[in-house]
């Protein structure tokens, strides 16, 4: 079946620097890609999202990349900060009934 | 925010147990969702209901049986359990279909012992 692949599992990185986490996706026709936040015990929470008819989204400190002719979307965070801290799920509507699938996470630490 | 609402936040339960789980969601949407999150693994899409009929069902056991009285309420109903139904289950909303943003809820943390 249609899938979304995200990597890395996780990553590590000093306060201060940037995270980028890749997914790619199988589906060509998808047409959106959010990306959720989801802390230690909470809910995941949409952050940004991006839709096919744009190559990229900005919004603060986080901005999110569309390649479509690769098949692959990108979300970057500048300036991490410890709350940053959490698990980021990518998403792509895929299928015929156009239904969101969920790469496996990635789980980000800043480093203070 | 308190969006969507998930009812109980825990459930400890035996394998010939019954119980249920409860979703209510305040934002005025059409369709409601079940996933399933287990460790190190993506979330997986149970049920979907649009306009409180059933448009997707993933392949999952007859032991797990949704019920969508009306657009805001949604309930899993659980019956003989196993192990390895162990998860949080996350109840989402959203307006439209599965190409507009997702709204979660807190989730139930379900142990079967």
């Known amino acids: 079946g249609e899938n979304v692949e995200q990597h890395p599992s996780t990553l590590s990185v000093q306060e201060g620097d940037s995270a980028v986490i890749k997914c790619t996706y199988s589906d060509s026709a998808s047409n959106y890609f959010p990306w959720y936040k989801q802390e230690l015990g909470k809910r995941p929470q949409l952050i940004i999202d991006?839709?096919?008819?744009?190559g990229e989204k900005k919004d603060q400190r986080i901005a999110v990349t569309l390649n479509k002719t690769a098949k692959h979307f990108s979300l970057h965070i500048t300036e991490t900060q410890p709350e940053d801290s959490a698990v980021y799920f990518c998403?792509?509507?895929?299928?015929?009934?156009?239904?969101?699938?969920f790469g496996s996470g990635t789980q980000l630490t800043v480093l203070p | 925010e308190t969006g969507v609402t998930q009812t109980p936040r825990h459930l400890v339960m035996g394998m010939t147990n019954k119980k249920s789980l409860k979703c209510e969601q305040h934002?005025?949407?059409?369709?409601m969702y079940w996933y399933k999150q287990s460790a190190k693994k993506p979330l997986e899409l149970m049920f979907v209901?649009?306009?409180?009929?059933?448009?997707e069902n993933n392949s999952v056991p007859s032991r797990f049986s949704p019920e969508c009285p009306n657009s805001s309420h949604l309930f899993l109903h659980l019956h003989t359990l196993q192990p390895e139904d162990s998860a949080l289950y996350l109840c989402a909303s959203s307006q439209g279909d599965g190409n507009q943003p997702q709204h979660f809820g807190d989730g139930t943390r379900l142990s079967i012992l």
């Open positions: 998403a792509a509507d895929v299928g015929s009934a156009r239904q969101l699938t």
């Open positions: 991006i839709r096919s008819n744009v």
């Open positions: 934002l005025g949407h059409n369709a």
């Open positions: 209901y649009n306009f409180k009929e059933q448009t």
